[in-house]
């Protein structure tokens, strides 16, 4: 790629952040002018936060997502409503600020000082004294996440929507195992963590992603026989008959943004869904702890230690609806390695099994299933935060289409249904 082309590439990928500002009981005072954050994705906000302090000698907490011009991230011009704890001199502007249902506490203005007041308490109670400002990192429809800093150590502070309420319950429940983290309080969606040693293993090498195979098969063999547990904690039922309906729901919602020949194929999936399942059945595989988005970014450590991130996304179905996302985020080389690891551990667990078997029919079952989750990212969340999934329901039907034609049709057939 020429030196032009490279420049082009990064000026497409730069975020412009316009702050609308609030007071602490949400009137409107003014805006900013754009600065430009440190990151193209959206929801990282701690380099937006610095840079109007730099620029501008102005403390904000980000609120929210409030307009962006571009269909979705990253990079471009995006607008937050952001709150400052006392009256600051700035911009006129005509924002109106609308009520929304699906508002989550920590976008609205004092809600993030109310999450921190709680994250104190519960340090309080267990004899810690915070030695710092707290650090907002991020905040979106999904979660807000700041890092508290205690004397020699940090705290992390998690809050999340309310179709993510389970995972607080789901820690507490599956305890403080070497492999888990550690779980300082939970409650009215908001959990606070310890700081996890090492760091995060995006480009972990095999012999740990390995080894993070072996970790979640692990916990997903102890939990296949806690099944009632685990949904009473709250996940979404995956298993069969829950996600033939839940399929079939997201797709005829999605059927309009589909092409005609991935529409066609889909229809073929759907009809023939409770055989495929049936089939998937016998491959002697239980039904168990999904992580939900298990990859190597989700594993913090190092070489003798590995602990497993974020279990928000967990949900009760298939274990190896966790395998797909995985190995697609796995260096292209080693999936096949991969792949023959995880067969051999499930055949470790249940020797009659046949992992292999199950790989190949769940395929485009995992594929449509992140439909169904970012359908129902798109029912809990408000309106302006939509750009973060609106695309993401149609894209993952594609790529459900393009795996069963890749798999039963010819590949000239296959580029017709992913064009």
């Known amino acids: 790629m020429s030196e032009k082309s490279l420049e082009s590439k990064a000026a497409d990928r730069q975020r412009w952040a316009e702050l609308v500002l609030v007071s602490p009981t949400g009137k409107i005072l003014g805006k900013l002018p754009p600065v430009a954050a440190g990151t193209p994705w959206w929801p990282e906000v701690e380099s937006v936060v610095r840079a109007v302090r730099q620029h501008y000698d102005i403390d904000v907490t980000v609120l929210r997502l409030l307009a962006a011009d571009r269909p979705r991230p990253p990079g471009g011009r995006v607008t937050y409503l952001a709150e400052v704890a006392s009256p600051v001199e700035v911009e006129a502007c005509d924002v109106v600020l609308d009520e929304q249902p699906l508002r989550a506490a920590y976008a609205r203005p004092g809600g993030p000082a109310a999450e921190l007041q709680w994250a104190f308490g519960i340090l309080a109670a267990h004899g810690l004294s915070v030695a710092g400002l707290p650090v907002q990192v991020r905040t979106w429809n999904l979660s807000s996440l700041w890092r508290i800093p205690l004397e ?22 599956l305890g403080s195992g070497p492999h888990l983290p550690v779980l300082l309080g939970h ?9 996890i040693p090492g760091e995060d293993l995006y480009d972990a090498s095999l012999a740990q992603r390995c080894g993070m195979i072996d970790v979640l098969v692990d916990l997903q063999h102890r939990w296949s026989e806690q099944v009632p547990k685990l949904l009473g904690l709250g996940l979404p039922d995956w298993r069969g ?20 020949a991935a529409v066609e ?31 190597a970014g989700n594993v913090r450590g190092g070489p003798d230690r590995l602990t497993l991130l974020d279990w928000a996304d967990a949900g009760v179905g298939h274990p190896l609806l966790d395998q797909a996302a995985f190995l697609d985020r796995s260096p292209e080389a080693e999936r ?16 009659a099994s046949n992992p292999s078997r199950a790989r190949e029919l769940l395929a485009p079952v995992a594929a449509a299933r992140q439909a169904v989750t970012y ?28 795996i069963l034609t890749q798999n039963g049709m010819s590949s000239s057939e296959g580029a017709e249904v992913s064009s």
């Open 336 to 351: 096949p390695r991969l792949e023959a690891h995880w067969e051999r551990s499930w055949r470790a667990a249940f020797p």
């Open 241 to 260: 008959p829950a996600l033939r309906v839940a399929i079939e729901s997201a797709f005829a919602r999605t059927l309009p943004e589909l092409g005609r």
């Open 152 to 173: 020699e150590k940090v705290v992390w502070l998690k809050s999340v929507p309310r179709f993510f309420a389970h995972e607080g319950e789901l820690l507490a429940a």
């Open 265 to 295: 194929v889909l229809e073929s999936f759907i009809a023939g869904l409770d055989h495929r399942l049936a089939e998937l059945a016998t491959c002697g595989l239980p039904d168990t702890l999904v992580h939900g988005d298990f990859h």
């Open 375 to 402: 359908c129902r990212f798109l029912d809990g969340i408000e309106p302006s935060e939509h750009p973060y999934h609106r695309a993401d329901p149609a894209e993952w039907f594609n790529r459900t289409a393009k």
């Open 187 to 195: 409650g009215a969606r908001r959990i606070l963590l310890r700081e």
